[in-house]
């Protein structure tokens, strides 16, 4: 879903969509406090997407996400990732923040302190093991592999 993020860009891709997206959104807190709070209240996840002047908010419950595209000409494109619920979007999220873990720490490049990494770094795992303790209970809830 996410590749590793290099220089303040990392690529999103869901279904047969792909965009860069920036570090003007802190993605990895941003999207996985989302993705926490729709686990433990069982309420959809949304977040939002800057795609350099344009933008999309990704929502998911139920058994499909939505990625709504507001364009430069004020329309909106809906496209649906069919069999992708919440849960698996908060899967997907946590295991590609995992992955470049200390990528994600130092990608936002306004903190430039080993101080300030260090405060986010702890920030990070602390938010993780969250989500990942909300998932847990939930897929435990639906019996969900």
Known sequence: MLSKPDNGWSVFSLGDFQADVSYLVDIPFDWLISC????KYNIPASFFLELEGESCIVTSYGHDTHM???HHDGAYTLKTVLDVDFMDLSEMLLEDIRLYFDDWV???SFEQKESDFA???AA???LIEETEANLAALKKRYNKQ
């Open 36 to 39: 926490k709070n729709a686990l």
């Open 68 to 70: 709504i595209f507001s």
């Open 106 to 108: 130092t990608w936002y």
């Open 119 to 121: 405060r986010r770094r």
């Open 124 to 126: 990070l795992k602390a």
